[in-house]
């Protein structure tokens, strides 16, 4: 065993070492460059190209890839576990009702957000300092007052805080991407994190190009939608052409990763073999449920893009409802990978 270890250990290294090719370096640049070039082109368009294309898709196989990362028996992750799920319940069931709660008074609305914006920050501040105390330990001591640091500086600006999640949320999937190729000898991840450098320079340039430059044509729904999630209104002074485009640039790659990149990455579990999930190797009772479960997502998936085909408009802005139950979900997972 020992020698098999060894032989392991060296093999990584030698991988690490190993210089990286111009196509291992122009692939990940070309899919970064190229995601930009396109958003930055038709925003709209492609908005409602990959949202309908990818919408029901990433989510599935995100649910996929999540099942394989939670152990069988939780133990003594059980606290850790339960407020994880628990609490993404909760905080998605809250975030559904905000409007109905807030009814047509705009300053109760705004009181509503900060609250939820509070409660998240003190659900994810709690779960690090659990994560903090399991193996491997970590050191997070500024845990406390940056959760009161940020929780602030919500009460000051909701709406900001909150459109900074819709920002921040497709970067978590570079972080699973990147913790994952941690996991095997490969020198993709040097490659990967050169392509990420490349993302704030298209950004920038993104603005340079939208700056002075006219709002996005269109005084439809749909488009009303669009630039209203990526905070056309939030932030008024700025280009709604540049906040779509940005927007709709970091949720292609968002889609990419767990639609390709990580499929490909993982490709020793199968989508469909439920024996790769942990859960699964419980009992056979449990095997028939995750298949079933399964099973049930790839149908909510066709109905989802039957839906967007009857009335798009009114699909998507469910789906943007609903699907913040898993941006909350991917929240403990990113933690236990760290």
């Not at 492609?46 to 990818?54: G, M, P, Q, T």
């Not at 570079?174 to 913790?179: K, T």
Request: with cysteine; net charge positive.
């Amino acid at each position: 065993m020992c020698a098999s270890t060894g032989r392991d250990e060296a093999s990584v290294h030698a991988i690490a070492a190993e210089p990286m090719s111009l196509v291992m370096i122009a692939i990940p640049t070309v899919v970064v460059v190229g995601c930009a070039i396109v958003a930055a082109a038709a925003p709209i368009g492609v908005s409602i190209i990959a949202v309908f294309l990818f919408a029901g898709p990433h989510n599935w196989m995100e649910a996929r890839y999540f099942l394989t990362r939670m152990p069988a028996r939780w133990g003594g992750l059980a606290p850790y576990f339960s407020l994880g799920l628990a609490g993404s319940l909760f905080l998605a069931g809250m975030f559904a009702a905000l409007p109905w709660l807030a009814g047509n008074n705009s300053e109760n609305g705004l009181v509503l957000v900060a609250v939820w914006n509070s409660l998240l920050t003190v659900w994810i501040v709690l779960l690090a300092h659990l994560r903090s105390r399991q193996n491997p330990r970590r050191d997070w001591p500024f845990l406390i007052p940056i959760g009161f640091g940020l929780i602030a500086v919500n009460w000051l600006s909701p709406l900001a805080w909150s459109l900074a999640l819709v920002y921040l949320h497709p970067l978590l999937a570079l972080s699973f991407l990147d913790r994952e190729l941690q996991r095997q000898p490969s020198v993709w991840r040097k490659s990967f994190r050169i392509a990420l450098l490349l993302i704030p320079v298209c950004l920038l340039g993104m603005a340079a190009r939208s700056a002075g430059g006219p709002d996005l044509p269109g005084r439809d729904l749909l488009t009303w939608q669009i630039t209203h999630h990526a905070g056309a209104e939030v932030i008024p002074r700025v280009s709604n052409h540049f906040l779509v485009a940005a927007h709709v640039f970091l949720e292609l790659l968002h889609y990419l990763v767990w639609v390709v990149v990580i499929p490909l990455t993982s490709r020793r579990n199968s989508l469909w073999r439920t024996r790769d999930v942990p859960l699964a190797r419980r009992s056979p009772n449990w095997r028939r449920l995750l298949t079933t479960v399964m099973a049930a997502g790839a149908v909510v998936m066709l109905l989802l893009w039957a839906s967007f085909l009857t009335d798009y408009a009114w699909t998507r802005n469910v789906y943007f409802t609903v699907a913040i139950l898993h941006v909350l979900m991917e929240i403990p997972f990113l933690l236990r990978s760290l």
